[in-house]
């Protein structure tokens, strides 16, 4: 496809003011003929030599997934493998989800050049996405058109939460300095639910550690040390109903739901336990649990598309459906947003559950709530909204009191405070044995 250039424009504005003159002045009507006449031969010979001409080969540089919410650089190569020089601007196109940067570009390659150019992409949405053919625009040899062309291959690519903070928390975890990232270790020495070693009695050890036998046979005090209890289960129970759509920040609760179950499954993983993730409010996927750290690829290929629905949470459908599918005694860790209109099927479900299983109820909390709050009070408005805030989270604080009172461990946090929450909380489990 030929574009007209900005020099051909120009000289067809010229051209036509040029016609005004001669309908004023007949004298100049022969020149303006020329002059038409003239244009017209170059604007072709320069169409055709355009059109004879090649385009340069192209290849992108693509990663094959892409992290939400992080910058990342993609990469162009461009080779002229022609005999002529060639002027040109390169418009990639990446998917609408994703916000772009220093495009397009301009260069010039000469015969047998080649040239790599960089842009970035900033995704903003989870999901399978395709980068279309790169379009080209050739300047012609004497300035006078553009050709539109598109090369290269479209490409798949997938965009996933933010794996780059989890791998940040997964090489913390490696070293054993959760406390760095804000997990509480509270784990003392010798204080566990299965036996790990025998080793020398130390200052501090309970008599109940002691063990008898060995001490008789190796002349000294032995003390049995213990470790936590390892194969259990998790299972991550995440809503994806309407009310995941609320956002805080640039991200979604849909989005800080899944960075905060992949960072729980990530330390449960290197715990020893299984890890495994159920989902409902209009999207119903399940994903057994499973041990070994190649669990978190599964659970993130699993989980990278998920995106609020139009469907309204039915609490007590979950439930049933994970009784009928998850036998063995599991942490049941559900992830969800809750509304006052829950209590009829909330507490029903959570009972359900807590018939085989131990269950965890994590609720994300708007941040404009907190930031009402704290806002400074200068009208009457101000004042009304400052109230009604208040009022509004004392009787959210009253359900989860009245939760507790069921036994149900529960957390209600904002969404930046969600992933440490729940891990303390099951760092917590595990150091009490409740499972």
Same mark, same amino acid.
């Given at each position: 496809?030929?574009?007209p250039a900005?020099?051909?424009?120009?000289?067809v504005?010229?051209?036509?003011?040029?016609?005004?003159?001669?309908?004023?002045?007949?004298?100049l009507?022969?020149?303006?003929?020329a002059?038409?006449?003239?244009?017209?031969?170059?604007?072709?010979?320069? &169409?055709?030599?355009?059109?004879g001409?090649?385009?340069?080969?192209?290849?992108r540089?693509?990663?094959?997934?892409?992290?939400?919410?992080?910058?990342?650089?993609?990469a162009?190569?461009?080779?002229?493998?022609?005999?002529?020089?060639?002027?040109?601007?390169?418009?990639?196109?990446?998917?609408?989800?994703?916000?772009?940067?220093?495009?397009?570009?301009?260069?010039?390659?000469?015969p047998?050049?080649?040239?790599?150019?960089?842009?970035r992409?900033?995704?903003?949405?989870?999901?399978?996405?395709?980068?279309?053919?790169?379009?080209?625009?050739?300047?012609s040899?004497?300035?006078?058109?553009d050709?539109?062309?598109?090369?290269?291959?479209?490409?798949?690519?997938?965009?996933?939460?933010?794996?780059?903070a989890?791998?940040?928390?997964?090489?913390?975890?490696?070293?054993?300095?959760?406390?760095?990232?804000?997990?509480?270790?509270?784990?003392?020495?010798?204080?566990?639910?299965?036996?790990?070693?025998l080793?020398?009695?130390?200052?501090g050890d309970?008599?109940?550690?002691?063990?008898?036998?060995?001490t008789?046979?190796?002349?000294?005090?032995?003390?049995?040390?213990?470790?936590?209890?390892?194969?259990?289960?998790?299972?991550?129970?995440?809503?994806?109903?309407?009310?995941?759509q609320?956002?805080?920040?640039?991200?979604?609760?849909?989005?800080h739901?899944?960075?905060?179950?992949?960072?729980?499954?990530?330390?449960?993983?290197?715990?020893?336990? &299984?890890?495994?993730?159920?989902?409902?409010?209009?999207?119903?996927?399940?994903?057994?649990?499973?041990?070994?750290?190649?669990?978190?690829?599964?659970?993130?290929?699993?989980?990278?598309?998920?995106?609020?629905?139009l469907?309204?949470?039915?609490?007590?459908?979950?439930?049933?459906?994970?009784i009928t599918?998850?036998?063995?005694?599991?942490?049941?860790?559900?992830?969800?947003?809750?509304?006052?209109?829950?209590?009829?099927?909330?507490?029903? &479900?959570?009972?359900?559950?807590?018939?085989?299983?131990?269950v965890?109820?994590?609720?994300?909390?708007?941040?404009?709530?907190?930031?009402?709050?704290r806002?400074?009070?200068?009208?009457?408005?101000?004042?009304?909204?400052?109230?009604?805030?208040?009022?509004?989270?004392?009787?959210?604080?009253?359900?989860?009191?009245?939760?507790?009172?069921?036994g149900?461990?529960?957390v209600d946090?904002?969404?930046?405070?969600?992933?440490?929450?729940?891990?303390?909380?099951?760092?917590?489990?595990?150091?009490?044995?409740?499972?």
């Open positions: 496809m030929l574009i900005p020099a051909l424009l120009v000289s504005g010229l051209s036509l003011l040029l016609a005004v003159l001669a309908s004023v002045l007949p004298a009507l022969p020149l303006w003929l002059a038409m006449l003239l244009l017209t031969l170059v604007a072709v010979i320069d &169409a055709v030599r355009l059109y001409r090649a385009g340069p080969a192209l290849l540089q693509l990663p094959s997934a892409l992290p939400l919410g992080v910058d990342r650089e993609i162009l190569r461009l080779e002229n493998d022609s005999a002529h020089r060639q002027e040109l601007s390169v418009y990639d196109h990446p998917p609408s989800s994703m916000a772009v940067y220093d495009l397009p570009q301009r260069l010039q390659l000469q047998g050049e080649g040239a790599e150019l960089h842009y992409v900033h995704p903003l949405v989870r999901g399978s996405f395709e980068f279309a053919q790169t379009e080209l625009r050739l300047r040899p004497w300035r006078l058109w050709r539109r062309l598109r090369i290269g291959q479209s490409e798949a690519v997938r965009v996933y939460p933010n794996f780059a989890l791998t940040r928390f997964a090489l913390l975890a490696t070293d054993h300095r959760l406390s760095q990232i804000g997990v509480l270790k509270r784990r003392r020495r010798g204080q566990g639910m299965d036996f790990h070693q080793r020398e009695y130390r200052e309970i008599q109940r550690q002691v063990d008898w036998k060995a008789s046979r190796m002349g000294r005090l032995i003390s049995r040390e213990y470790q936590d209890e390892r194969d259990q289960q998790i299972i991550l129970l995440v809503d994806c109903g309407r009310r995941m609320a956002r805080d920040d640039a991200l979604s609760h849909m989005d739901v899944l960075n905060a179950a992949l960072l729980l499954a990530f330390v449960a993983l290197r715990q020893g336990d &299984a890890v495994g993730l159920a989902t409902f409010g209009g999207s119903q996927r399940f994903v057994a649990p499973r041990k070994s750290m190649a669990t978190i690829n599964t659970l993130m290929s699993a989980s990278f598309d998920l995106q609020p629905t469907h309204s949470p039915d609490f007590l459908l979950a439930a049933r459906d994970l599918r998850q036998r063995k005694r599991a942490l049941v860790v559900i992830l969800s947003n809750l509304r006052d209109e829950d209590d009829d099927t909330l507490l029903p &479900a959570l009972q359900l559950l807590q018939q085989r299983h131990l965890l109820l994590a609720s994300l909390r708007e941040g404009i709530l907190g930031q009402s709050l806002a400074p009070v200068r009208a009457l408005e101000d004042a009304l909204t400052h109230a009604a805030t208040a009022e509004y989270l004392e009787r959210r604080r009253d359900n989860f009191r009245r939760l507790s009172g069921h149900i461990s529960s946090v904002e969404p930046a405070q969600l992933p440490l929450a729940l891990v303390n909380r099951y760092i917590d489990v595990k150091r009490a044995g409740r499972l």
